[in-house]
C-alpha cells in the first residue's frame, strides 16, 4: 500500500491575511497624496505678481484677472471744454495687469483685486502716469464731478464706486457734462 504523504506548506512561503482596513488605508493614501498635489499647484500658481513690474501705490501688478472684486466706473476728462479721451491699454503691461485698468478707449476703468477695497482717482492717475500715454497735463488740479456733483475732494482722496461717472474739468466746464453713463449690460 502506498502511503499518500501529505506535503507540508513550504516554509519559505509565508501566507498572509488582507486586513480589512487595508483598502481603507490605501484609499485615504490616494486621497492625501491627491490633496497635497493640488496644494502644491495650487501655491506654485499663487505667484501671480510678475516682479519685472513695480507695484504703484500699494497695487501690484498681476498675470491674472480677479473676478472676487471686480467693478467698473466711467471717466470722462474735458480739458478747456474740449473732450479728452482715456486711452486702451492703461495699467496693461505685456505679462501683467495692475488691479486698476482699462482695455479700451470708452473711458471705463476696470477695478479688479483678490479683495474688496477701495479705490481712488488718485492711484488710477499714478498707474496711468507710470505705464500709459496720452496723460493730461495742466497747471492746476482738475474740478472733480461724480454723477454730476461737484465734489470737494482732489484725485487721491476721491473714491470710484461700482457705476460712478467722473468727469475731471481743467479749465471750462463743457455745456452738457455728463452726469451718468450707460455701461454695457454685465459690466
Known amino acids: 500500500m502506498t502511503k ?8 519559505k512561503e509565508i501566507k498572509t491575511k488582507a486586513s480589512p482596513n487595508r483598502n481603507k488605508f490605501i484609499a485615504l493614501g490616494v486621497i492625501a497624496a491627491i490633496i ?16 519685472n513690474f513695480a507695484s504703484i501705490g500699494g497695487i501690484p501688478c498681476e498675470t491674472q484677472e480677479y473676478t472676487t472684486y471686480h467693478i467698473h466706473a466711467h471717466l470722462d ?11 486702451a491699454q492703461i495699467g496693461l503691461e505685456n ?13 471705463i476703468v476696470h ?18 502716469k507710470a505705464t500709459g500715454s496720452g496723460f493730461p497735463t495742466a497747471t492746476n488740479g482738475p ?16 473714491k470710484m464706486n461700482a457705476h460712478d461717472e467722473i468727469v475731471l474739468v481743467y479749465g471750462d466746464v463743457p455745456q452738457g457734462m455728463p452726469t451718468f453713463y450707460q455701461f454695457p449690460e454685465g459690466d
Open 36 to 51: 497635497a498635489g493640488v496644494a502644491y499647484a495650487t501655491y506654485r500658481s499663487d505667484s501671480t505678481v510678475d516682479t
Open 95 to 107: 505679462t501683467c495687469l495692475y488691479w486698476l485698468h482699462t482695455h479700451t478707449p470708452d473711458g
Open 77 to 87: 476728462i474735458f480739458v478747456n471744454g474740449q473732450h479728452t479721451q482715456v486711452p
Open 4 to 11: 499518500i504523504k501529505k506535503e507540508k506548506d513550504n516554509p
Open 111 to 128: 477695478m479688479e483685486s483678490p479683495k474688496e477695497r477701495d479705490f481712488t482717482l488718485g492711484e488710477f492717475f499714478d498707474i496711468w
Open 143 to 158: 474740478e472733480i464731478f461724480v454723477n454730476g456733483v461737484l465734489v470737494s475732494t482732489d484725485l487721491s482722496s476721491t
